[in-house]
């Protein structure tokens, strides 16, 4: 990277083919449904429908349609064109317009009946080192024939009743985990929802969080991530104890522990199986580079490596980014039983809705839609200004917003319109109403769900 130019002061661009790590979404298809499928489905029975969309056509949504255009000029402003696979008459899609894509049905089909050597090898990996190399990039086939799926063992923290499960390292899993640990000790179902006092104590719990993730969450296989020190109680009683209730905190510094555009769904089924699952291409259409014939755009997900020889996610060889991506499930703390498969989706933001909608329901009494249409916050690091940087959604009272500044945050307020993206998308579906004290007790042989789902973004809940 140095021998092309690229430090630390001075990284790739974000839609630079060097971005592009080996794709894994489609070899983390075929084995979920090889190591927690039922067997009665096959991955070509559970591609047919999105084949069927693809090559039938579908109307795109009003969110959708908003990001298509949104990221087809960032695109087109650094010189990049997407290609008639996303661009019909060379123009993104608007709201209700039917757009078909074969080039993805095939792809689609391809993998059904071939499985994962349908992408990582012959004509859909030729096309995709093919269009990397063209525009800078180093991918061989090899590095793609090469790539496995890592079976993980996610991670958990107990909050009161509840145990919240995350994805462990690379994944920022653990930046809620931290969060809840530290919010743990202050006494949270006293304080008005959204008051000063909440949001306040919210944040800075935020910033604690995200300073210890940024700093030590990198590919395990390559680095030692101190992750029993970061989760403990104690640790998280000595980062509480940094809260200033009158005082914003300016610092971005770590702690030391001990040992020192993205699609999200959610599925619950009848036998009470459920599915927290995430997609991403990071940035929009990703890097935007488009495999000849493929119907798909590379992801830039490489972008999250650091560029500083002496950090733990520092670039380099068969090693994986930083990775905001992070389905959720909450369970019982004392008995594992599943109370909730949810995620917020939108990169840094993603362990800061997680910990809101859990919090509106647990400590709030909110049921799952309510969870999500609570206005948020959203508080990330700017390292240009060296400042941390808080957004309110529109819904937060003028008056609390005017209370941050005083304590010393530098707030954006009201966000609104499709800026309010930034808080996020989430899906919920949660089995019984545990977040409701009055509720009677759960009855396993009647399962009820409920669910909700974001008005940020273009998702619905439906029964099946």
């Known amino acids: 990277m140095q021998s092309r130019g690229y430090t630390k002061g001075s990284p790739t661009p974000p839609f630079h083919a060097l971005n592009i790590t080996v794709p894994g979404a489609a070899a983390c298809w075929c084995d979920t449904i090889q190591l927690f499928g039922s067997k009665k489905l096959s991955l070509a029975d559970i591609l047919e429908p999105a084949c069927d969309l693809a090559s039938g056509g579908f109307p795109v949504a009003e969110v959708t349609a908003y990001a298509w255009a949104k990221w087809t000029k960032a695109m087109r402003e650094v010189g990049r064109e997407l290609g008639g696979d996303f661009l019909p008459n060379n ?3 608007k709201h209700g317009q039917v757009v078909t894509n074969p080039g993805l049905a095939q792809t689609f089909q391809e993998i059904s009946h071939q499985g994962k050597d349908g992408f990582y090898a012959g004509r859909i990996a030729e096309a995709i080192v093919e269009v990397i190399r063209e525009n800078g990039g180093v991918m061989s086939l090899e590095d793609l024939r090469s790539h496995t799926s890592t079976e993980i063992t996610p991670i958990f923290t107990d909050y009161k009743t509840v145990r919240l499960w995350e994805v462990p390292p690379n994944g920022q899993g653990m930046a809620a985990l931290i969060a809840l640990n530290i919010l743990e000790n202050f006494p949270i179902k006293g304080m008005n929802h959204n008051s000063a006092d909440y949001l306040h104590l919210l944040v800075e719990a935020f910033k604690l969080s995200l300073a210890d993730t940024t700093h030590f969450n990198a590919d395990p296989a390559h680095v030692n991530v101190p992750l029993e020190g970061l989760l403990a109680k104690d640790y998280s009683q000595q980062r509480a104890q940094l809260i200033q209730m009158d005082r914003a905190r300016a610092s971005k510094e770590p702690g030391i522990p001990r040992g020192s555009e993205t699609v999200y769904f959610s599925v619950v089924d009848g036998e009470g199986n459920a599915c ?40 380099g060889p068969e090693k994986r980014p930083y990775q905001t991506i992070i389905p959720a499930l909450l369970t019982e703390a004392s008995s594992n039983r599943l109370l909730c498969s949810f995620g917020v989706m939108g990169a840094f933001m993603q362990p800061q809705g997680h910990v809101q909608v859990l919090l509106n329901m647990l400590e709030f009494g909110m049921n799952p839609q309510q969870a999500l249409d609570a206005p948020r916050v959203f508080v990330q690091y700017d390292a240009a200004s060296q400042q941390w940087q808080l957004s309110l959604e529109t819904g937060v009272e003028e008056r609390v917003a005017e209370e941050l500044r005083r304590r010393g945050h530098a707030v954006h307020w009201p966000v609104a319109g499709h800026d309010r993206a930034q808080f996020g998308r989430g899906q919920v579906i949660s089995i019984g109403a545990w977040w409701d004290p009055a509720s009677p007790p759960s009855d396993p042989t009647h399962r009820v769900l409920w669910a909700g789902s974001d008005p940020r973004a273009d998702g619905c809940a439906v029964g099946y």
Do not use: E, W
């Open 91 to 93: 123009q993104p899609p």
């Open 276 to 315: 927290s699952f995430v997609n991403s291409n990071y940035m929009g259409f990703g890097t935007g580079l488009v495999p000849k014939c493929c119907g798909f755009s590379l992801h830039n997900r490489g972008a999250h490596f650091s560029m500083d020889a002496n950090h733990a996610n520092c670039i």
